[in-house]
T-cell receptor, first 112, second 114 residues
């Protein structure tokens, strides 16, 4: 059974701080990793994808992947109250012919 | 490009009835996946269609079914509705290029079964 684990939170950070969200996965053959943001009552929105070990930066977001340790993380710099949402980690084993496996998400609250 | 669209957005049905939900993927995307999201279970995969064929199937009873048309639009059907089927049903379309791909969700259909 392929599993993706996330701390459910809530993770509370002050405005302007760095929020660090973590995700571990069980399938060592996983190759594709994604972070989605979901606001309450809305659908998930893709914010980052990462396929290789290391860091990938996009604006205030940085995804970090460590396949040896089987974890992927998302850093949000200069956190804003508008970043308050649930962040879902998703993992896939191959190049897209199998479904994404989602974690249950971490709820982030950015306090002004 | 227009995003993934789903209709209807909200639906109220009675136990025992059936329901059909519709999804139109992003233009050019041939893969459509369906998910059920509930507060307790999170996002659970229902099935995926690619080029009108079911490519993957989740662990849901046979009351849940789907299909995909030649224009990539997809429908899912739930028969004999149960109270536990109340959920947000999400459709996602996927675009693959080489070893990378991206999956985008539609706004969802909120189904309430009374």
């Amino acid at each position: 059974q392929k599993e993706v684990e996330q701390n459910s939170g809530p993770l509370s950070v002050p405005e302007g701080a760095i929020a660090s969200l973590n995700c571990t996965y069980s399938d060592r053959g996983s190759q594709s990793f994604f972070w989605y943001r979901q606001y309450s009552g809305k659908s998930p929105e893709l914010i980052m994808s990462i396929y290789s070990n290391g860091d990938k930066e996009d604006g205030r977001f940085t995804a970090q992947l460590n396949k040896a340790s089987q974890y992927v993380s998302l850093l949000i710099r200069d956190s804003q109250p508008s970043d308050s949402a649930t962040y879902l980690c998703a993992v896939n084993t191959n190049s897209g012919n199998t479904p994404l496996v989602f974690g249950k998400g971490t709820r982030l609250s950015v306090i002004a | 490009k227009a995003g993934v669209t789903q209709t209807p957005r909200y639906l109220i049905k009675t136990r025992g009835q059936q329901v059909t939900l519709s999804c139109s993927p992003i233009s050019g995307h041939r893969s459509v996946s369906w998910y059920q999201q509930t507060p307790g279970q999170g996002l659970q995969f229902l099935f995926e269609y690619f080029s009108e064929t079911q490519r993957n199937k989740g662990n849901f009873p046979g009351r849940f079914s789907g299909r995909q048309f030649s224009n990539s639009r997809s429908e899912m059907n739930v028969s004999t509705l149960e109270l536990g089927d109340s959920a947000l049903y999400l459709c996602a379309s996927k675009y693959a290029s080489g070893n990378s791909y991206e999956q985008y969700f539609g706004p969802g259909t909120r189904l309430t079964v009374t």
